[in-house]
């Protein structure tokens, strides 16, 4: 596959995947959902890989979630996925591929963006990270691993406060809460993440795959729980509650979610 949005490159073991859409804050739209996943794949079975590093291109943004240019009440953009874009899918190629999957986190982490650091085996961020939700603000949620993933990380009180207020933390925030495994100065995370993917690749592969589904296992419920709740997501998408969010946002004022709730 020829990718556009994303940049898949390997090295010493090393399977990095590049979100390559800065001029949007590496928002994703179809496209890159799409790129993403058969990256994922490609780098989960490749034998020569050892582990994999997902990250954005440039220093304001690791991701921010869904491209707002192309939600219009739902994701629009191809004809896989429940929302209009194979979300379920990326988050189970994320959580399927064998081999430890490491964020690094430069810039803005938030919405989508955050819910994929979350599922990412290990988090390691830049001093300038910042991480948050604004799902509620915008007339969405992640009914799946966003949430239910995130309470396992981060506790149920934190979790809910994330969601609940939509705030943003800095990177130490981030960790001290365990969102994150280690921030350093950003001149230092390639280094950082570099000596992480040569320690996991010097290991056995086999028992890191064991290791990683083990670690599943015990929250793999959330996949099915996740398919049931974004078939209800779909159905909210289309009221005219989710649909304030964005409209709200394109004409430069604060939403009234409240006047289209019934």
Not at 29 to 58: C, H, M, N, P, W
Not at 101 to 117: D, E, H, M, P, T
Not at 165 to 179: F, I, K, P, S, V
Not at 221 to 243: C, H, N, P, V, W
Request: hydrophobic share 35%; proline share 3%; charged share 25%.
């Amino acid at each position: 596959m020829e990718f556009q949005d994303i940049v898949y490159s390997v090295e010493d073991a090393t399977a990095t995947i590049r979100i390559n859409r800065p001029e949007v804050y590496n928002a994703f739209r179809y496209q890159t959902v799409v790129e993403l996943i058969e990256a994922f794949y490609e780098a989960g079975y490749d034998k020569s890989v050892g582990s994999i590093v997902l990250t954005g291109t440039g220093d304001k943004a690791f991701c921010t979630g869904g491209d707002q240019k192309n939600h219009d009440g739902q994701y629009q953009g191809g004809i896989r996925g429940t929302v209009g874009m194979p979300m379920e899918e990326l988050h189970s190629a994320l959580r399927d591929t064998p081999k430890p999957v490491i964020a690094k986190v430069r810039g803005y982490s938030i919405g989508g963006g955050n819910v994929l650091a979350t599922l990412c085996d290990l988090t390691i961020a830049a001093e300038s990270a910042i991480f948050g939700q604004v799902g509620p603000k915008m007339g969405s949620v992640d009914p799946g691993y966003g949430t239910a993933l995130l309470a396992r990380s981060v506790g149920e009180k934190k979790a809910r406060e994330i969601w609940y207020l939509c705030r943003r933390y800095t990177a130490q925030e981030a960790c001290d809460m365990g969102l994150v495994n280690k921030v350093v100065p950003d001149d230092q995370l390639d280094a950082e993440v570099r000596q992480w993917c040569d320690e996991i690749n010097e290991k056995s592969p086999t028992a890191i795959a064991l290791a990683k589904k083990s670690f599943n296992a015990d929250t793999e419920m959330i996949r099915g729980i996740g398919g049931l709740a974004f078939q209800a997501l779909k159905l909210y998408y289309d009221t005219d509650e989710s649909k304030e969010g964005v409209t709200a946002l394109n004409e430069k004022r604060k939403p009234d979610f409240r006047r289209h709730y019934k």
